[in-house]
Protein backbone atom coordinates (compact mmCIF):
# COMPACT_ATOMS: atom_id res chain seq x y z
CA UNK A 1 0.00 0.00 0.00
CA UNK A 2 2.79 2.42 0.64
CA UNK A 3 3.14 4.43 -2.94
CA UNK A 4 5.32 7.15 -3.36
CA UNK A 5 3.77 10.82 -3.20
CA UNK A 6 5.32 13.81 -3.49
CA UNK A 7 6.03 14.20 -0.09
CA UNK A 8 6.54 10.73 1.42
CA UNK A 9 10.57 10.96 1.47
CA UNK A 10 10.74 14.26 2.96
CA UNK A 11 8.12 13.06 5.79
CA UNK A 12 9.95 9.99 6.58
CA UNK A 13 12.37 11.94 8.40
CA UNK A 14 10.17 14.15 9.81
CA UNK A 15 8.07 14.04 13.44
CA UNK A 16 4.97 11.77 13.97
CA UNK A 17 1.92 12.30 15.43
CA UNK A 18 -0.32 9.32 16.61
CA UNK A 19 -4.22 8.94 17.56
CA UNK A 20 -5.25 6.53 19.51
CA UNK A 21 -9.30 5.34 20.42
CA UNK A 22 -9.20 2.62 23.02
CA UNK A 23 -12.51 1.84 22.44
CA UNK A 24 -12.56 0.66 19.21
CA UNK A 25 -8.50 -0.34 19.89
CA UNK A 26 -8.60 -1.61 23.35
CA UNK A 27 -5.45 -3.42 24.80
CA UNK A 28 -5.39 -6.47 24.06
CA UNK A 29 -6.13 -8.85 28.00
CA UNK A 30 -2.96 -9.45 29.20
CA UNK A 31 -0.81 -7.40 27.26
CA UNK A 32 2.34 -4.91 28.48
CA UNK A 33 0.76 -1.21 27.80
CA UNK A 34 4.49 -0.36 28.47
CA UNK A 35 4.71 -1.72 24.98
CA UNK A 36 2.05 0.38 22.97
CA UNK A 37 4.74 2.93 22.30
CA UNK A 38 7.59 0.74 21.14
CA UNK A 39 5.74 -1.18 18.90
CA UNK A 40 4.59 1.57 16.74
CA UNK A 41 8.09 2.73 16.92
CA UNK A 42 9.38 -0.69 15.69
CA UNK A 43 6.53 -0.54 12.64
CA UNK A 44 7.37 2.85 11.87
CA UNK A 45 11.19 1.73 11.38
CA UNK A 46 10.75 -1.04 9.00
CA UNK A 47 9.18 1.11 7.15
CA UNK A 48 11.87 3.27 7.19
CA UNK A 49 10.87 6.12 9.26
CA UNK A 50 13.16 7.28 11.62
CA UNK A 51 11.15 10.62 12.70
CA UNK A 52 10.78 11.61 16.27
CA UNK A 53 7.46 9.93 17.39
CA UNK A 54 6.76 13.55 18.65
CA UNK A 55 3.26 12.25 20.02
CA UNK A 56 0.88 9.85 20.97
CA UNK A 57 -2.84 10.38 22.63
CA UNK A 58 -5.03 7.43 23.88
CA UNK A 59 -8.45 8.68 23.80
CA UNK A 60 -11.30 6.54 25.77
CA UNK A 61 -13.10 6.44 28.86
CA UNK A 62 -10.63 6.13 31.35
CA UNK A 63 -12.77 5.38 34.23
CA UNK A 64 -12.74 1.85 33.12
CA UNK A 65 -9.05 2.34 32.84
CA UNK A 66 -7.00 0.56 35.59
CA UNK A 67 -4.13 3.14 37.20
CA UNK A 68 -1.45 0.84 36.97
CA UNK A 69 -2.25 0.68 32.94
CA UNK A 70 -2.34 4.42 33.39
CA UNK A 71 0.95 4.49 34.72
CA UNK A 72 2.60 2.21 32.16
CA UNK A 73 1.22 4.45 29.31
CA UNK A 74 2.26 7.96 30.76
CA UNK A 75 5.42 6.22 32.22
CA UNK A 76 6.60 5.83 27.85
CA UNK A 77 5.32 8.88 26.48
CA UNK A 78 1.96 7.74 26.02
CA UNK A 79 -0.69 10.88 27.01
CA UNK A 80 -4.11 9.72 27.81
CA UNK A 81 -7.82 11.93 27.64
CA UNK A 82 -10.79 10.80 29.55
CA UNK A 83 -13.53 11.05 26.86
CA UNK A 84 -17.28 10.24 27.37
CA UNK A 85 -17.80 7.20 25.33
CA UNK A 86 -19.98 8.45 22.66
CA UNK A 87 -17.87 11.78 21.96
CA UNK A 88 -14.59 9.86 21.17
CA UNK A 89 -14.44 9.91 17.57
CA UNK A 90 -15.45 13.91 17.94
CA UNK A 91 -12.48 14.70 20.16
CA UNK A 92 -10.06 12.19 18.71
CA UNK A 93 -10.68 14.22 15.11
CA UNK A 94 -11.08 17.61 16.65
CA UNK A 95 -7.97 17.32 17.78
CA UNK A 96 -6.55 16.28 14.44
CA UNK A 97 -7.75 19.66 12.49
CA UNK A 98 -6.68 21.48 15.35
CA UNK A 99 -2.96 19.72 15.31
CA UNK A 100 -3.01 19.94 11.29
CA UNK A 101 -3.26 23.63 11.89
CA UNK A 102 -0.41 23.92 13.75
CA UNK A 103 2.13 21.66 11.64
CA UNK A 104 2.12 22.23 8.60
CA UNK A 105 3.77 19.01 6.25
CA UNK A 106 5.88 17.58 5.91
CA UNK A 107 4.74 14.90 8.68
CA UNK A 108 3.28 11.68 9.54
CA UNK A 109 0.02 10.85 10.70
CA UNK A 110 -0.99 7.70 12.24
CA UNK A 111 -5.28 6.99 13.74
CA UNK A 112 -5.24 4.20 15.73
CA UNK A 113 -9.31 3.47 15.28
CA UNK A 114 -12.08 1.92 13.22
CA UNK A 115 -14.18 5.02 12.66
CA UNK A 116 -11.34 6.05 9.60
CA UNK A 117 -13.47 3.46 7.44
CA UNK A 118 -16.07 5.26 8.43
CA UNK A 119 -17.09 8.52 10.33
CA UNK A 120 -13.92 9.92 9.39
CA UNK A 121 -12.76 9.26 5.88
CA UNK A 122 -15.10 11.62 3.82
CA UNK A 123 -13.81 14.89 5.71
CA UNK A 124 -10.09 14.07 5.69
CA UNK A 125 -10.32 12.74 2.56
CA UNK A 126 -10.94 16.04 1.69
CA UNK A 127 -8.33 17.46 4.07
CA UNK A 128 -5.37 15.26 2.75
CA UNK A 129 -5.96 16.27 -0.36
CA UNK A 130 -5.62 20.41 0.65
CA UNK A 131 -2.44 19.77 3.00
CA UNK A 132 -1.22 16.36 2.21
CA UNK A 133 0.08 14.64 5.20
CA UNK A 134 1.96 10.74 5.25
CA UNK A 135 -0.77 8.51 6.65
CA UNK A 136 -0.85 5.40 8.43
CA UNK A 137 -4.08 3.21 9.22
CA UNK A 138 -4.53 0.95 12.03
CA UNK A 139 -8.06 -1.04 13.08
CA UNK A 140 -9.34 -3.81 14.86
CA UNK A 141 -10.92 -5.04 11.92
CA UNK A 142 -10.82 -3.77 8.27
CA UNK A 143 -13.34 -1.44 7.00
CA UNK A 144 -16.07 -3.94 4.31
CA UNK A 145 -15.64 -0.93 1.91
CA UNK A 146 -12.47 0.31 0.38
CA UNK A 147 -12.00 3.86 2.03
CA UNK A 148 -10.88 6.70 -0.54
CA UNK A 149 -8.01 7.51 2.07
CA UNK A 150 -5.00 7.06 0.19
CA UNK A 151 -2.39 5.80 2.95
CA UNK A 152 1.29 4.67 3.18
CA UNK A 153 0.54 1.56 5.21
CA UNK A 154 -2.08 -0.06 7.13
CA UNK A 155 -2.53 -2.87 10.01
CA UNK A 156 -4.75 -4.66 11.74
CA UNK A 157 -4.31 -3.60 15.80
CA UNK A 158 -3.56 -7.04 16.97
CA UNK A 159 -1.14 -8.14 14.66
CA UNK A 160 0.96 -4.47 14.86
CA UNK A 161 1.23 -4.95 18.31
CA UNK A 162 2.40 -8.70 18.48
CA UNK A 163 2.89 -10.29 21.46
CA UNK A 164 4.52 -9.86 24.54
CA UNK A 165 7.13 -11.60 23.81
CA UNK A 166 7.83 -10.47 20.28
CA UNK A 167 11.54 -10.48 19.93
CA UNK A 168 11.31 -7.42 16.79
CA UNK A 169 10.72 -5.33 19.23
CA UNK A 170 13.87 -3.77 21.51
CA UNK A 171 13.31 -2.92 24.73
CA UNK A 172 15.49 0.88 24.74
CA UNK A 173 16.23 2.59 27.51
CA UNK A 174 14.78 6.02 26.47
CA UNK A 175 13.84 8.75 28.78
CA UNK A 176 10.50 10.54 27.63
CA UNK A 177 9.93 14.19 28.88
CA UNK A 178 7.35 13.37 30.88
CA UNK A 179 6.45 17.14 31.49
CA UNK A 180 5.26 16.91 28.36
CA UNK A 181 2.70 13.73 28.49
CA UNK A 182 -0.40 14.32 30.58
CA UNK A 183 -3.61 12.77 31.67
CA UNK A 184 -6.27 15.35 30.44
CA UNK A 185 -10.19 15.15 31.30
CA UNK A 186 -11.29 16.46 27.84
CA UNK A 187 -14.99 17.05 30.12
CA UNK A 188 -13.74 19.10 31.96
CA UNK A 189 -10.25 20.84 31.21
CA UNK A 190 -8.19 19.21 33.86
CA UNK A 191 -5.14 17.60 33.25
CA UNK A 192 -2.17 16.48 35.91
CA UNK A 193 0.56 13.54 35.52
CA UNK A 194 -0.50 11.40 38.61
CA UNK A 195 -3.00 8.55 37.73
CA UNK A 196 -3.99 8.48 41.10
CA UNK A 197 -5.33 12.12 41.25
CA UNK A 198 -6.56 11.32 37.76
CA UNK A 199 -8.53 8.90 38.66
CA UNK A 200 -9.95 11.05 41.90
CA UNK A 201 -11.12 13.37 39.61
CA UNK A 202 -12.98 11.00 37.09
CA UNK A 203 -14.63 9.64 40.58
CA UNK A 204 -15.64 13.34 41.80
CA UNK A 205 -19.20 14.94 41.92
CA UNK A 206 -17.75 17.81 40.05
CA UNK A 207 -16.63 15.36 37.06
CA UNK A 208 -19.80 13.47 36.35
CA UNK A 209 -21.67 16.99 36.73
CA UNK A 210 -19.76 18.46 33.83
CA UNK A 211 -20.42 15.91 32.14
CA UNK A 212 -24.34 15.94 33.14
CA UNK A 213 -24.84 19.42 32.62
CA UNK A 214 -22.43 20.43 29.48
CA UNK A 215 -22.31 17.32 27.11
CA UNK A 216 -19.57 17.25 24.72
CA UNK A 217 -20.62 16.75 20.97
CA UNK A 218 -21.06 13.07 19.59
CA UNK A 219 -21.13 13.19 15.92
CA UNK A 220 -17.69 14.14 14.11
CA UNK A 221 -18.03 17.86 12.82
CA UNK A 222 -17.06 17.93 9.14
CA UNK A 223 -14.54 20.98 8.92
CA UNK A 224 -14.83 20.80 4.61
CA UNK A 225 -18.56 21.39 4.32
CA UNK A 226 -18.70 24.91 5.58
CA UNK A 227 -15.21 25.86 2.93
CA UNK A 228 -16.18 27.71 -0.16
CA UNK A 229 -15.71 27.81 -3.05
CA UNK A 230 -14.04 29.59 -6.81
CA UNK A 231 -11.00 30.63 -4.40
CA UNK A 232 -8.43 32.78 -5.65
CA UNK A 233 -5.40 30.82 -7.45
CA UNK A 234 -2.88 30.28 -4.65
CA UNK A 235 0.61 31.72 -5.83
CA UNK A 236 1.67 28.33 -6.40
CA UNK A 237 -0.57 27.45 -8.91
CA UNK A 238 -1.07 30.43 -10.54
CA UNK A 239 1.13 30.69 -13.26
CA UNK A 240 0.90 26.48 -13.28
CA UNK A 241 -0.12 24.52 -16.94
CA UNK A 242 -3.88 23.64 -16.55
CA UNK A 243 -4.96 20.17 -17.88
CA UNK A 244 -8.49 20.08 -18.88
CA UNK A 245 -10.30 16.41 -19.58
CA UNK A 246 -13.72 17.25 -20.78
CA UNK A 247 -16.33 14.44 -21.21
CA UNK A 248 -18.79 15.14 -24.05
CA UNK A 249 -21.14 12.45 -23.19
CA UNK A 250 -21.78 14.38 -19.63
CA UNK A 251 -21.30 17.56 -20.67
CA UNK A 252 -22.28 18.25 -24.75
CA UNK A 253 -21.68 21.78 -26.32
CA UNK A 254 -25.20 23.27 -26.11
CA UNK A 255 -27.62 23.80 -29.10
CA UNK A 256 -26.70 26.52 -31.22
CA UNK A 257 -23.22 27.30 -29.12
CA UNK A 258 -20.38 28.38 -31.25
CA UNK A 259 -17.64 25.68 -30.68
CA UNK A 260 -14.67 28.08 -31.04
CA UNK A 261 -15.83 29.64 -27.71
CA UNK A 262 -15.04 26.62 -25.35
CA UNK A 263 -11.39 27.61 -24.78
CA UNK A 264 -12.14 31.27 -24.09
CA UNK A 265 -14.70 30.65 -22.06
CA UNK A 266 -12.88 28.32 -19.92
CA UNK A 267 -9.68 30.98 -19.71
CA UNK A 268 -11.94 33.22 -18.98
CA UNK A 269 -13.17 31.79 -15.71
CA UNK A 270 -9.76 30.69 -15.23
CA UNK A 271 -8.54 34.32 -15.51
CA UNK A 272 -10.70 35.46 -13.19
CA UNK A 273 -9.68 33.55 -10.20
CA UNK A 274 -6.42 34.54 -11.06
CA UNK A 275 -4.45 31.84 -13.30
CA UNK A 276 -2.42 32.71 -16.00
CA UNK A 277 -0.78 29.50 -17.12
CA UNK A 278 -1.33 27.72 -20.58
CA UNK A 279 -4.22 25.43 -21.08
CA UNK A 280 -4.14 21.96 -22.85
CA UNK A 281 -8.07 20.63 -23.64
CA UNK A 282 -8.87 17.57 -24.93
CA UNK A 283 -12.45 16.24 -25.67
CA UNK A 284 -13.70 12.81 -25.15
CA UNK A 285 -16.96 11.67 -27.07
CA UNK A 286 -18.02 9.64 -30.34
CA UNK A 287 -16.67 11.90 -32.48
CA UNK A 288 -18.72 9.61 -35.44
CA UNK A 289 -21.63 11.32 -34.10
CA UNK A 290 -20.62 14.89 -33.96
CA UNK A 291 -21.46 17.33 -36.31
CA UNK A 292 -18.42 18.28 -38.35
CA UNK A 293 -18.53 21.90 -37.66
CA UNK A 294 -18.39 21.64 -34.08
CA UNK A 295 -15.24 19.27 -34.24
CA UNK A 296 -13.75 21.93 -36.49
CA UNK A 297 -14.39 24.63 -34.30
CA UNK A 298 -13.36 23.01 -31.47
CA UNK A 299 -9.60 21.77 -33.19
CA UNK A 300 -9.30 25.08 -34.54
CA UNK A 301 -9.16 26.80 -31.18
CA UNK A 302 -6.43 24.25 -29.98
CA UNK A 303 -8.30 21.78 -28.82
CA UNK A 304 -7.46 18.37 -29.20
CA UNK A 305 -10.37 15.60 -29.97
CA UNK A 306 -10.37 12.03 -28.67
CA UNK A 307 -12.40 9.42 -30.27
CA UNK A 308 -14.12 7.13 -27.41
CA UNK A 309 -17.49 4.65 -27.16
CA UNK A 310 -19.49 5.16 -23.98
CA UNK A 311 -17.96 1.64 -22.40
CA UNK A 312 -14.68 3.32 -22.16
CA UNK A 313 -14.46 7.14 -22.05
CA UNK A 314 -13.82 6.99 -18.07
CA UNK A 315 -11.08 4.27 -18.35
CA UNK A 316 -9.18 6.23 -21.19
CA UNK A 317 -9.61 9.53 -19.39
CA UNK A 318 -8.14 8.54 -16.66
CA UNK A 319 -5.10 6.51 -18.27
CA UNK A 320 -4.81 9.86 -20.53
CA UNK A 321 -4.99 11.79 -17.01
CA UNK A 322 -2.37 9.95 -14.86
CA UNK A 323 0.02 10.51 -18.42
CA UNK A 324 -0.72 13.65 -18.35
CA UNK A 325 0.23 14.41 -14.58
CA UNK A 326 3.40 12.10 -14.98
CA UNK A 327 4.62 14.47 -17.55
CA UNK A 328 3.87 17.60 -16.37
CA UNK A 329 6.05 18.11 -13.03
CA UNK A 330 3.85 19.45 -9.82
CA UNK A 331 2.21 21.76 -8.85
CA UNK A 332 -0.21 21.25 -11.87
CA UNK A 333 -3.73 22.83 -12.27
CA UNK A 334 -6.15 19.73 -13.53
CA UNK A 335 -9.91 20.65 -14.44
CA UNK A 336 -12.57 17.70 -15.07
CA UNK A 337 -15.63 18.59 -16.88
CA UNK A 338 -17.70 15.34 -16.28
CA UNK A 339 -20.41 14.11 -14.26
CA UNK A 340 -17.95 12.58 -11.60
CA UNK A 341 -20.25 11.97 -8.87
CA UNK A 342 -21.96 9.36 -10.83
CA UNK A 343 -19.33 7.59 -11.50
CA UNK A 344 -17.60 6.16 -8.68
CA UNK A 345 -15.24 4.46 -10.82
CA UNK A 346 -13.61 7.29 -11.97
CA UNK A 347 -13.92 10.01 -9.00
CA UNK A 348 -12.44 7.61 -6.45
CA UNK A 349 -9.04 6.98 -7.95
CA UNK A 350 -9.15 10.53 -8.66
CA UNK A 351 -10.01 11.09 -4.82
CA UNK A 352 -6.67 9.17 -4.27
CA UNK A 353 -4.39 10.96 -6.93
CA UNK A 354 -5.10 14.88 -5.47
CA UNK A 355 -4.12 13.38 -1.70
CA UNK A 356 -0.56 11.73 -3.55
CA UNK A 357 0.38 14.61 -5.68
CA UNK A 358 0.74 18.18 -5.57
CA UNK A 359 -2.49 18.88 -7.97
CA UNK A 360 -5.02 22.13 -8.08
CA UNK A 361 -8.17 20.58 -9.18
CA UNK A 362 -11.50 22.31 -10.84
CA UNK A 363 -14.34 20.37 -11.68
CA UNK A 364 -17.35 21.35 -13.70
CA UNK A 365 -20.34 19.13 -14.55
CA UNK A 366 -23.83 19.09 -16.22
CA UNK A 367 -26.38 19.39 -13.20
CA UNK A 368 -26.18 20.32 -9.62
CA UNK A 369 -24.42 17.23 -7.93
CA UNK A 370 -27.64 16.20 -4.69
CA UNK A 371 -24.48 15.65 -2.46
CA UNK A 372 -21.05 17.15 -1.62
CA UNK A 373 -18.17 15.83 -3.44
CA UNK A 374 -15.13 13.89 -1.41
CA UNK A 375 -13.39 16.01 -4.17
CA UNK A 376 -12.33 18.68 -3.36
CA UNK A 377 -11.62 21.45 -5.89
CA UNK A 378 -10.77 24.62 -5.72
CA UNK A 379 -12.72 25.83 -7.75
CA UNK A 380 -16.08 24.29 -9.69
CA UNK A 381 -19.12 25.47 -12.10
CA UNK A 382 -22.18 24.15 -13.69
CA UNK A 383 -21.45 23.35 -17.14
CA UNK A 384 -23.65 26.25 -19.04
CA UNK A 385 -22.83 28.60 -16.68
CA UNK A 386 -19.19 28.60 -17.60
CA UNK A 387 -19.75 28.86 -21.53
CA UNK A 388 -21.73 31.84 -20.45
CA UNK A 389 -18.97 34.30 -20.45
CA UNK A 390 -19.46 37.72 -22.06
CA UNK A 391 -19.57 38.23 -25.85
CA UNK A 392 -18.58 41.80 -25.52
CA UNK A 393 -14.92 41.08 -24.42
CA UNK A 394 -12.31 40.41 -27.15
CA UNK A 395 -11.04 36.94 -25.98
CA UNK A 396 -7.36 36.70 -26.26
CA UNK A 397 -6.50 32.88 -27.20
CA UNK A 398 -3.18 31.04 -26.27
CA UNK A 399 -0.62 30.74 -28.91
CA UNK A 400 -1.90 27.46 -29.99
CA UNK A 401 -5.26 28.42 -31.15
CA UNK A 402 -4.41 32.28 -32.38
CA UNK A 403 -7.83 33.73 -33.72
CA UNK A 404 -6.51 34.12 -37.61
CA UNK A 405 -6.83 30.30 -37.49
CA UNK A 406 -9.94 30.41 -36.21
CA UNK A 407 -11.30 33.04 -38.85
CA UNK A 408 -9.97 31.07 -41.69
CA UNK A 409 -11.38 28.06 -40.11
CA UNK A 410 -8.25 26.32 -40.63
CA UNK A 411 -6.82 23.58 -38.06
CA UNK A 412 -4.32 24.18 -35.68
CA UNK A 413 -1.71 22.05 -33.22
CA UNK A 414 -4.72 20.35 -31.78
CA UNK A 415 -4.02 16.75 -31.23
CA UNK A 416 -6.85 13.91 -32.51
CA UNK A 417 -6.90 10.46 -31.06
CA UNK A 418 -8.97 7.03 -31.39
CA UNK A 419 -9.13 5.95 -28.05
CA UNK A 420 -10.91 2.72 -29.15
CA UNK A 421 -7.88 1.37 -30.84
CA UNK A 422 -4.88 -0.40 -29.78
CA UNK A 423 -6.04 -0.15 -25.81
CA UNK A 424 -6.15 3.46 -26.45
CA UNK A 425 -2.79 3.57 -27.36
CA UNK A 426 -3.02 3.58 -31.33
CA UNK A 427 -1.53 6.81 -33.37
CA UNK A 428 -2.43 10.24 -33.65
CA UNK A 429 -4.17 11.87 -37.06
CA UNK A 430 -2.96 15.08 -38.51
CA UNK A 431 -5.97 16.07 -39.92
CA UNK A 432 -9.89 15.41 -39.03
CA UNK A 433 -10.59 13.75 -42.79
CA UNK A 434 -7.85 11.21 -41.73
CA UNK A 435 -9.02 10.76 -38.55
CA UNK A 436 -12.68 9.83 -40.36
CA UNK A 437 -11.36 7.69 -42.56
CA UNK A 438 -10.18 5.46 -40.17
CA UNK A 439 -13.19 5.76 -38.00
CA UNK A 440 -15.03 4.53 -40.64
CA UNK A 441 -12.72 1.51 -41.40
CA UNK A 442 -13.56 -2.36 -40.96
CA UNK A 443 -10.86 -2.82 -38.80
CA UNK A 444 -12.16 0.01 -36.51
CA UNK A 445 -15.90 -1.18 -36.71
CA UNK A 446 -14.44 -4.72 -35.16
CA UNK A 447 -12.40 -2.76 -32.34
CA UNK A 448 -15.91 -1.02 -31.09
CA UNK A 449 -18.07 -4.11 -31.51
CA UNK A 450 -15.31 -6.38 -29.68
CA UNK A 451 -15.50 -3.91 -26.80
CA UNK A 452 -19.25 -3.45 -26.37
CA UNK A 453 -19.38 -7.24 -27.35
CA UNK A 454 -16.79 -7.89 -23.70
CA UNK A 455 -18.53 -5.10 -21.71
CA UNK A 456 -21.99 -6.75 -22.56
CA UNK A 457 -20.35 -10.14 -21.42
CA UNK A 458 -19.09 -8.58 -18.11
CA UNK A 459 -22.45 -7.37 -17.65
CA UNK A 460 -24.57 -10.03 -18.42
CA UNK A 461 -22.15 -12.57 -16.03
CA UNK A 462 -22.46 -9.96 -13.12
CA UNK A 463 -26.26 -10.20 -13.28
CA UNK A 464 -26.41 -14.00 -13.53
CA UNK A 465 -24.12 -14.02 -10.60
CA UNK A 466 -26.30 -11.63 -8.94
CA UNK A 467 -29.39 -13.14 -9.46
CA UNK A 468 -27.55 -17.08 -9.17
CA UNK A 469 -26.91 -15.17 -5.18
CA UNK A 470 -29.88 -14.16 -4.71
CA UNK A 471 -31.61 -17.76 -5.83
CA UNK A 472 -29.72 -19.56 -3.88
CA UNK A 473 -30.31 -17.43 -0.71
CA UNK A 474 -34.28 -17.81 -1.39
CA UNK A 475 -33.32 -21.46 -1.83
CA UNK A 476 -31.76 -22.04 1.23
CA UNK A 477 -34.77 -19.75 2.74
CA UNK A 478 -37.16 -22.29 1.29
CA UNK A 479 -35.33 -24.96 2.38
CA UNK A 480 -34.97 -23.29 5.83
CA UNK A 481 -38.66 -23.11 5.86
CA UNK A 482 -39.74 -26.30 4.81
CA UNK A 483 -37.24 -27.93 6.95
CA UNK A 484 -39.13 -25.69 10.35
CA UNK A 485 -42.83 -26.80 8.81
CA UNK A 486 -41.76 -30.54 9.04
CA UNK A 487 -39.55 -30.01 12.58
CA UNK A 488 -43.15 -28.45 13.68
CA UNK A 489 -45.13 -31.17 11.90
CA UNK A 490 -43.65 -33.61 13.71
CA UNK A 491 -43.23 -31.96 17.14
CA UNK A 492 -46.84 -31.55 16.77
CA UNK A 493 -47.41 -35.55 15.90
CA UNK A 494 -45.28 -36.27 19.17
CA UNK A 495 -47.50 -34.20 21.68
CA UNK A 496 -50.66 -35.76 19.91
CA UNK A 497 -49.08 -39.16 20.47
CA UNK A 498 -48.20 -38.37 23.82
CA UNK A 499 -51.30 -37.08 24.78
CA UNK A 500 -52.76 -40.33 23.43
CA UNK A 501 -50.54 -42.49 25.62
CA UNK A 502 -51.26 -40.69 29.07
CA UNK A 503 -55.23 -40.86 28.29
CA UNK A 504 -54.67 -44.71 27.49
CA UNK A 505 -52.76 -44.81 30.78
CA UNK A 506 -54.94 -42.58 33.03
CA UNK A 507 -57.54 -44.65 35.21
CA UNK A 508 -60.79 -45.54 33.96
CA UNK A 509 -63.12 -43.98 36.56
Request: positive net charge; glycine residues 6%.
Amino acid sequence: MGSMWWGEEAAKGAKIAVWWDMKECPIPEGYDAGRIRPSLEAAFKERGYSGPVSSITAYGDQTQTPVHILQALLSTGVSVAHTSSESTSYILYRDIVEWRGQNPPPATMMIISNQVGGDLSWDLARLQQRSQYNLFLAYSKAPCVLSVLSTSSRWLWEKLLGDNNNNRIETRSVQYKLSAMILCCKSCNFDCQSPEKFRKHLSSYKHARQESVYPTYKEVNRVTETWGRNYAAAPEYATAKILVWWNMFDCPIPEGYDARRVRPSLEEAFKKLGYSGPVSITAYGDLNHTPEHLLRGLSSTGVSLAHTILDVTYKRMYSDLLDGQKSNPTPTNIMVISDTDTHQAFSTPLVRLVQKQKHNLFLAYSSRPYKMFVLLPSAEWLWHSLLEVSEKRKHVLQKCSSESESDRGGESSAMLYCKVCCGGQGPDYKSLDNLRTHLSSEEHAQEEYSITASVQLKMKNRNLSLLAHKAFRTGFLLLDNHLRRLRARKSQSCRRRGSRRRAQKSPTV
